[in-house]
């Protein structure tokens, strides 16, 4: 089973991720960051991933630490739950609509951080969620999964929905990455042997 637990203890925050890349979008939050958790429940759900999160931080500041740290937590559980990556697809993508709102999100699960956040929020906030920390949030979860990550919001007004369609399809995305390609099995995909 491609499944790992991570916790994650600072000064700022303590969050533990724990995650079954194998599951059925099974979820389970508890943050103190209510939009994030329901981003978060959209990459569960579309990803067919399941998803364990628990994060205290120093919200009477603001969300930005226990984002961030819930990002990079959930990057090294990503990391730790595909192994060596033998037998997976290893590339992703997915376009995914909310009404008006279109993104696609284009992932490598290539042992190289990167990313790419081409978002354009028509606001700052969703309720009380300064949306700067979307890209926060894939910073460190791209940094500490190792993956490039290619995330462009196409178009969209509505701010919760060009913020749901990045998550959307990001769980997307994902779950054809880490799928297992019965035509690879045993080998790594990379011309180098290892990723």
Do not use: C, W
């Not at 284009?106 to 990313?115: A, K, N, Q």
């Amino acid at each position: 089973m491609r499944q790992a637990e991570i916790t994650r203890n600072t000064l700022e925050t303590q969050v533990t991720v724990r995650l079954n890349l194998d599951g059925t979008g099974q979820r389970q939050f508890d943050t103190g960051v209510p939009f994030l958790e329901h981003m978060l429940e959209q990459v569960a759900r579309h990803g067919l991933i399941d998803l364990d999160i628990a994060a205290r931080g120093d919200l009477h500041i603001d969300a930005h630490h226990t984002v961030e740290d819930i990002g990079i937590t959930l990057g090294q559980a990503l990391s730790r739950a595909l192994g060596d990556k033998q037998g997976i697809r290893r590339y992703g993508h997915a376009y995914v609509p909310l009404d008006e709102a279109l993104s696609r999100v284009v992932i490598d699960l290539s042992g190289r951080p990167e990313l790419v956040f081409n978002v354009s929020f028509t606001r700052s906030t969703v309720g009380v969620f300064d949306v700067d920390l979307v890209r926060e949030f894939f910073q460190g979860l791209s940094n500490h999964a190792a993956i490039t990550l290619h995330i462009d919001n196409l178009r969209g007004e509505n701010t919760h929905h060009q913020a749901e369609t990045v998550f959307k399809a990001f769980g997307r995305a994902l779950r054809m990455a880490v799928e297992a390609d019965p035509r690879a099995a045993g080998s790594v995909p990379s011309t180098k042997g290892a990723l």
